[in-house]
Each structure stands twice: as structure tokens, then as C-alpha cells.
């Protein structure tokens, strides 16, 4: 990871991740750290996590109609605090509660990316109810860089969504029950028939939303 000073905007420095394999890295380990990658394709145990690696309170309150999610940092970079959106918990559907543990990922990737953004003197004379990622709905799941409008912290984040539900690992051997063969270089190629059947089964699988198991597949398979 480095840091390059920004002239303006609303953070002192961009962070910027050699590739998602960075991303996955940090997130993989943060997963084992806390003994909560499972031995086989499995849905992991987000919320818990969060409490474990955090050591701070995830809480379901009403964000208002235009968010989803809100990651509160104190001043030394740790997680104070995630909330999400109630919202979601009350709609009791599948998709709902599936698209909650995507939320949920999102913020625990702010959190475990973007915490040197909020250190001390790194963002200044905001106060400690500044020192917040509010994340608006249209800015979870987008499926293209360009969408984000100068938001790289919520591409980051979205790229979490990924490796903190789907690590690379429980993928390898969720494609290898499947049948789908990497060749040396860890590539492959899937029809487009594929692609969607192998969607609707790891959103079983992992307890995800079909969109987050086709972003995750357009890394593996570009």
C-alpha cells in the first residue's frame, strides 16, 4: 500500500493497493487471524468477524433512506464503530439479508483499508463526528471503476465485499467442485452459460447476492 499526498479533496492522501490481489491478501489474513475461514466453500461469519477483528460494535439504525452503511474511526485510525442500515434486517427476504452481509463486508474493508486516512493529523479540524465512510446505497456493488466519481475509497471497499465473503482459497475449491480447471497461470475462461450457472450456485454456497459472486468471477476470470 502507499500513500500520495492529494492537493484537494476530502482526504489528505490516496491510498492505493498494488492490485485486488493486495486487497485479498489483507483480507484473507485478517479472516485466518481470527479463525474464521472455514475448511470448505462455506458462508463466512461476517458479523462475527467484525466484532472479533474490531473489538467494536455493529449496530442496525436507521441511516435514512440514501444509505446503506457508515464505518466511525477515532483519531488514532481503529473502528469505533459500523452501522447499517436497519432497513435491511426488516425486510426478512433473502436477498435482503444477503445484501445486508454485503454491507456489512463493504464496511469491514473500509475498515480494515482506510483506517491511516482518519490518524491524528492526516484529517484534520473535522472533529470526531467527521471521522466517518457514510456510504450511500447506488455506491455498494457498482460493477465498473469509472461509476464511482472520484470515490476510490468506495471501490476499495467494494473490492472487499469480495475477498472478505469469497476468499480466494474457499473459491479455488468452490471452482474445483465445479469442474472449472485454472490452468498454470491460475486463469481460465467461462461461457457465458457458465458464468451465471456458477453465480446462482456460489450464491448459495456463501450466502451472497448472484452480483457479488459475478464481480468476484470478473477477477478470477477477466
Request: hydrophobic share 40%; glycine share 6%; aromatic share 8%.
Amino acid at each position: 500500500m502507499r500513500k500520495v499526498p492529494t492537493p484537494s479533496g476530502r482526504f489528505a492522501f490516496q491510498l492505493y493497493f498494488d492490485d485486488l490481489g493486495e486487497i485479498d491478501e489483507i483480507c484473507l489474513e485478517a479472516i485466518k487471524k481470527q479463525s474464521l475461514l472455514p475448511s470448505t466453500p462455506a458462508p463466512i461469519r461476517i458479523e462475527r468477524f467484525v466484532e472479533k477483528q474490531f473489538h467494536a460494535p455493529l449496530r442496525y439504525v436507521d441511516l435514512g433512506p440514501d444509505h446503506l452503511g457508515c464505518t466511525i474511526f477515532t483519531s488514532s485510525g481503529t473502528v469505533q464503530a459500523i452501522l447499517v442500515s436497519r432497513f435491511l434486517e426488516e425486510q426478512n427476504t433473502i436477498s435482503a439479508r444477503r445484501r445486508a452481509r454485503s454491507t456489512v463486508a463493504h464496511e469491514a474493508g473500509h475498515g480494515l483499508l482506510h483506517g491511516p486516512l482518519f490518524i491524528g493529523d492526516n484529517f484534520p479540524d473535522r472533529g470526531e463526528n467527521q471521522r466517518r465512510i457514510l456510504c450511500r446505497s447506488e455506491e455498494i456493488l457498482l460493477e465498473t471503476e469509472s461509476s464511482y466519481r472520484g470515490r476510490w475509497w468506495e471501490f476499495q471497499a467494494n473490492q472487499a465485499i469480495g475477498s472478505l465473503l469469497l476468499p480466494r482459497p474457499l473459491m479455488n475449491a468452490f471452482l474445483d467442485q465445479s469442474g472449472i480447471k485454472l490452468d498454470s497461470s491460475g486463469r481460465s475462461s467461462l461461457t457465458a452459460l457458465q458464468r451465471e450457472s456458477l453465480a446462482k450456485k456460489a450464491a448459495v454456497t456463501f450466502d451472497v447476492n448472484p452480483i457479488v459472486v459475478r464481480i468476484r468471477l470478473d477477477s478470477f476470470f477477466p
